[in-house]
Nanobody, 127 residues
Framework: EVQVVESGGGLVQDGGSLRLSCTAS????????IAWFRQAPGKAREAVSC????????RYGDSVKGRFTISSDNAETTAYLQMNSLKPEDTAVYYC????????????????????WGKGTQVTVSS
């Protein structure tokens, strides 16, 4: 059974940091790209970042560049999203997703490209 489980969300003040984790099981982790998306109330789901399972190539959405860092640990079958300099506009439910196959020097920032999804973790940034 495929499982994708996010953790690490919570309440943080403006300018603070959080690290989200995405632990996967039921598929070959290193053959999959991992992506983070987020959805704020009343807004569309937005791509945040992705990482290639093939070579660790990463991409970021414009709104988080320079503040968020994605990484992954194949041995732990876990991906991470380090979020620094958080702003109130980062408040959302953050979702982790996976897709295969993975390619070098590429990962998708496309919701429709993903195969598996977690249920999300809430991040709230207070002003």
């Amino acid at each position: 059974e495929v499982q994708v489980v996010e953790s690490g969300g919570g309440l943080v003040q403006d300018g603070g940091s959080l690290r989200l984790s995405c632990t996967a099981s039921g598929f070959t982790f290193e053959n999959h790209d991992i992506a983070w998306f987020r959805q704020a109330p009343g807004k569309a789901r937005e791509a945040v970042s992705c990482i290639s399972g093939k070579d660790g190539f990463a991409r970021y959405g414009d709104s988080v560049k320079g503040r968020f860092t994605i990484s992954s640990d194949n041995a732990e079958t876990t991906a991470y999203l380090q979020m620094n300099s958080l702003k109130p506009e980062d408040t959302a439910v953050y979702y982790c997703a996976a897709r295969s196959p993975s390619h070098a020097r590429f990962c998708p920032l496309l919701r429709d490209a993903m195969d598996y999804w977690g249920k999300g973790t809430q991040v709230t940034v207070s002003s």
